[in-house]
């Protein structure tokens, strides 16, 4: 059975019952006297996703878990979703009370302590399975979870076995999946139905990983939501090439795309009633006989021309084509994720997901739509007064700025320059630099959660 599923209800489920530090001793005298002995010899705490299974006459009688401390604010998230990988085998079944959001982050970060990259290594997973608590909505949970394992796998997957033509196969596996319709513009036809920016920063690379932009579109009634994912298969930064070790995790410089397939699939798998249109702009930025060239100036889709200042600053170029498509549509709803700047890593860190917007509602929503789902975001400005800086004088924008400050708020404004009018940009890292509880090292998903739970209040649905 999938790991992102729950465990059938039944009376074999193990009792697992949450216990606070403050708590523990009235919890033992609820206990039998020799499994009250068997906790205290053991020198269980109630910390935070600890645990201890208490042995019965057939194997485990009833397991504990810790809460922590009722105050302060936790320093971890999903740290009961440890339990997944701490416990025996067995299906346990929550025995006690937890307030709805505790209950609902244990159950979320419960399922994604399950996933496991086994693509070219096989690895043993949690055997330790979940009921679904009581009041947590186990359908939108299990849908979550299996969205962030594809973008798991899609991230996590080198850029040997990853290109734009592979990014392709994945979309389009997912729209046979749920029945939804793919166009693909490839190569030289890129040129030829206007998306020129797309084509110079892909046309460096081989053949048979030539540039494209994929196209999914499903759902035939409700507002128009449309998702745009940066898809750099590999970032060499072109002829700004970059360091050998600021390449070592650029196989995740597709990380945009994978979150609005993962996010797409989440959406499709729940039957929400939009009208979803899902961009990729899928290229690798190589480095070849025919790179773009830093000072060339290209003209986009919406006729806005372009002076390259840096080809490592290319994720902005394709997104900006695939944004112009989009507003060509008239959407209700555009979103951007792309793995975009270092220089949102260096404001917020890479456990945040800053986000853009100039819609204050839907800001909100998305803050309160993070704190429900254990998906921390952060809104950043449209700061006008730093749109001079991305005007260069000779062209009408500059793709990297000198100066070196407020790269993140300068490059959302870029964008801004060709997005539909109610538009977000979210700058994600998309990637956890170390194992975490319902987090292990590697491909990580942000904003997607906030986003999805934001949609009714931003789409009126």
């Not at 006297?33 to 645990?51: N, T």
């Not at 080198?158 to 999946?177: T, V």
């Not at 298969?233 to 196989?251: E, N, R």
Request: with cysteine.
């Amino acid at each position: 059975m999938s790991p992102f599923a729950f465990a059938p209800d039944s009376d074999d489920a193990i009792p697992l019952v949450p216990v606070r530090p403050d708590a523990l001793e009235s919890a033992l005298g609820q206990l039998p006297p020799e499994q009250a002995a068997w906790v205290r010899a053991l020198g269980f705490k109630a910390g935070p996703g600890e645990v201890l299974a208490l042995p019965g006459s057939h194997g485990v009688a009833r397991a504990l878990i810790g809460r922590g401390k009722a105050e302060g604010r936790p320093r971890s998230r999903f740290a009961l979703g440890q339990g997944a990988s701490r416990l025996p085998e067995g299906s346990y079944r929550l025995d006690g009370t937890l307030d709805p959001a505790e209950a609902r982050e244990m159950a979320l970060g419960w399922l994604l302590e399950g996933y496991r990259f086994t693509r070219y290594k096989e690895q043993s997973g949690p055997r330790a399975r979940l009921v679904a608590p009581q009041g947590v909505d186990a359908a939108r949970i299990e849908a979550l979870a299996q969205a962030e394992a594809l973008t798991r796998d899609l991230i996590n997957t080198p850029a040997s076995d990853m290109g734009p033509a592979d990014l392709e196969a994945a979309a389009r596996g997912l729209a046979d999946r749920f029945g939804a319709g793919l166009s693909v513009i490839t190569g030289e036809d890129l040129l030829a139905r206007n998306f020129p920016m797309i084509h110079a920063v892909g046309r460096a690379a081989a053949p048979h990983r030539a540039p494209r932009l994929i196209d999914m579109a499903w759902g035939t009634a409700g507002p128009r939501l449309t998702l745009v994912g940066k898809g750099v298969c590999f970032d060499t930064g072109g002829l700004d090439i970059k360091p050998s070790a600021s390449m070592l995790t650029m196989k995740k410089d597709m990380g945009g795309a994978a979150h609005v397939l993962g996010l797409a699939q989440a959406i499709m798998a729940l039957g929400l009633p939009v009208r979803l249109r899902v961009l990729i702009p899928a290229v690798e930025n190589a480095v070849g006989s025919d790179s773009f060239r830093p000072g060339d100036i290209l003209t986009s889709r919406k006729g806005l021309t372009v002076e390259i200042n840096n080809t490592d600053a290319e994720g902005r170029l394709v997104l900006a084509d695939a944004l112009a498509l989009a507003a060509e549509d008239d959407p209700g709803l555009t979103v951007t994720f792309a793995t975009l700047t270092g220089a949102a890593r260096v404001a917020v860190g890479p456990d945040l997901a800053p986000f853009f917007t100039d819609d204050e509602d839907l800001a909100a929503a998305l803050a309160r739509g993070g704190r429900d789902w254990a998906d921390p975001v952060w809104r950043l400005p449209f700061h006008d007064p730093y749109e001079a800086l991305i005007e260069p004088g000779i062209a009408d924008l500059d793709n990297a700025p000198s100066g070196g400050m407020a790269g993140a708020i300068t490059a959302a404004l870029f964008l801004r320059r060709f997005a539909p009018p109610r538009y977000c940009h979210f700058d994600i890292f998309a990637w956890s630099q170390s194992n975490a509880p319902g987090r292990s090292k590697g491909g990580m998903m942000q904003g997607a959660r906030a986003l999805l739970a934001a949609l009714p209040e931003a789409l009126g649905l």
